[in-house]
């Protein structure tokens, strides 16, 4: 737990210092080895074989990340089986070379040093997180081989000269609240929330958000009355949630990955506080993953800011939902598995375009165009960061939907939030 300033007040913190130990120690470890390897093979790069192009991709499929992390896999499978009923890339098949990171920043080093250098895979994938896809996408930059992730909003990912590095989402981590904040201001005076509480996992993505929503709430008037961040791997919040029921804000603004926003709602259930309005990052957007664990009815009116919608009338998002939906029990399919295919998409695309494997041409025209995928059109800045808006979704009835901006929305109104039952 952060160290108290005040009552009710926490400090905040961005990378905690476990966090930066853990980075630095795998950045040097990644120099270490990705130096000691070998470029990509020629072969990789001219698209002439007839043998499989292979894509190398490590993800979480065990550890902390492993929801997320198999929800990913799950996106790029449809992508592959999808594209090779249609013909392949180049005219070749594509295969998918997955590997287990485990949620380790030193496996996932390992992996991608590896997926390159011996196994002269011909095109990367990302990782889930920006916990590991800094540290992969390094060995990915060493080794001049493009890299797109689907997740890894935080900002520290675009400020290192990367030029073959793309985030396949909408907008960095600092802008993700941004939407959220238009839709506060857009209401009536009497309207907005008076008081606020920040509680937030310490991630490098969340805690971005979660700071800039405060700053930017602030800024019209929010008061603050609680903050505090809380370890990747905090699983009790009971002290969370009684602080915060003594605070009595109206409005929570949670940086949730999912077991925490889940967490955290249960123990508020137990304590009988609900709020006016309660907005969190990433745990809502795990479909009914996220209903089955707080409880379809408690879900009514949560906010939160997202890539995708299985309504979104993108191209190939249908049948995209319609093929998650058979393989996965009828399901909907979580916003990490839409995330990855989009991802597949912008390298399919740039492939493409390009007609060869030459990454340094890929990256290039990634840089000089945009991309249409089931998330909407993506387009990025000479960092690699992308350069549109998130989506503002709540569940409604049952069902997640996009409220804002009005282009995008599946409803047409907002509704309030109901007290837990």
Known sequence: MAKQDKPGHVTRRGWSGTTVRAVATSAVVLLAVAACGSKPSDNAGSGNSKDPIVVGISLPLTGDFSQPGGEARKGYEIWRDQVNAAGGLLGRQVELKITDDASNQDT????????????????????????????????????????????????????????????????????QPDVFVDYIKGLPENERPKTAAYPTQDDPFTTPVIESMQKQLEDLGVQTVYTTTYPADATNFQTIASAIAAAKPDLIAQGAVFEDGVGLVR???????????????????????????????????????????????????????????????????????????????????????????????????????????????????????????????????????????????????????????
């Open 108 to 175: 996932v080093v390992t992996d991608y040093t590896k997926l390159i250098t011996q196994d002269n895979v011909d095109l990367l994938l990302g990782t889930f997180s920006t916990l590991l896809n800094f540290p992969a996408s390094a060995v990915a930059e060493k080794n001049g081989m493009l890299y797109v992730e689907p997740a890894g909003g935080a900002p520290k990912m675009f400020d290192r000269g990367f030029k073959k590095l793309f985030f396949a989402q909408q907008a960095t981590a600092q802008h």
């Open 267 to 421: 123990s508020l259930q137990q304590l009988n506080y609900s709020p006016k309005m309660l907005f969190q990052t990433s745990a809502p957007s795990n479909a009914s993953q996220y209903s089955d664990g707080i409880g379809k009815a408690n879900t009514e009116g949560v906010f939160y800011t997202v890539s995708w919608n299985e309504k979104a009338t993108t191209p190939n998002n249908d049948t995209f939902v319609a093929e998650y939906a058979k393989r996965f029990d009828g399901g909907i399919p979580a916003e990490d598995a839409a995330d990855a295919y989009a991802a597949a998409q912008v390298v399919q695309a740039a492939v493409e375009a390009v007609g060869s494997l030459d990454q340094d041409k890929l990256a290039e025209w990634l840089h000089g165009n945009k991309v249409e995928t089931i998330l909407g059109s993506l387009a990025w800045d000479e960092t690699g960061a992308p350069t549109s808006d998130f989506l503002l979704a709540q569940w409604q009835k049952g069902a997640p939907e996009i409220v804002a901006p009005k282009d995008a929305a599946t409803v047409t109104t907002v509704v309030s939030k109901t007290p837990w039952e």
